[in-house]
């Protein structure tokens, strides 16, 4: 079973730019596939970006497309989200989350273990 925490949320300006960071322990953090996920007051959480287990293989919602980078440092256990131009309307928890597979996904019923979230606030 492994344990996600992440870090590295914070208040930011509009136009601003903040790097999140998942440290995962007590699994096999190269065999998974990974994502981030995001929920605002109100909403569903929602798709963000994901990773395969190599990180040969990205893919993003297309609202954070050409913004937000996702990457992965194997050898920390570490998944990281760059997050540039930053809006108003991406403010949100975020949550790291380990696909039950190694290519990871956009759907949530695809992750079977999630962090407990880091707050991001982009101001206008």
């Known amino acids: 079973q492994v344990q996600l925490v992440e870090s590295g949320g914070g208040l930011v300006q509009a136009g601003g730019s903040l790097r999140l960071s998942c440290v995962a322990s007590g699994g096999t953090f190269s065999s998974y596939g990974m994502g981030w996920f995001r929920q605002a007051p109100g909403k569903e959480r929602e798709f963000v970006a994901t990773i395969s287990w190599n990180g040969g293989v990205t893919s993003y919602a297309d609202s954070v497309k050409g913004r937000f980078t996702i990457s992965r440092d194997n050898a920390k256990n570490t998944v990281y989200l760059m997050m540039n131009s930053l809006k108003p309307e991406d403010t949100a928890v975020y949550y790291c989350?380990?696909?039950?597979?190694?290519?990871?996904?956009?759907?949530?019923?695809?992750?079977?273990?999630w962090g407990q979230g880091t707050q991001v606030t982009v101001s206008s």
């Open positions: 989350a380990a696909d039950r597979y190694p290519v990871g996904s956009s759907r949530l019923d695809r992750y079977h273990n």
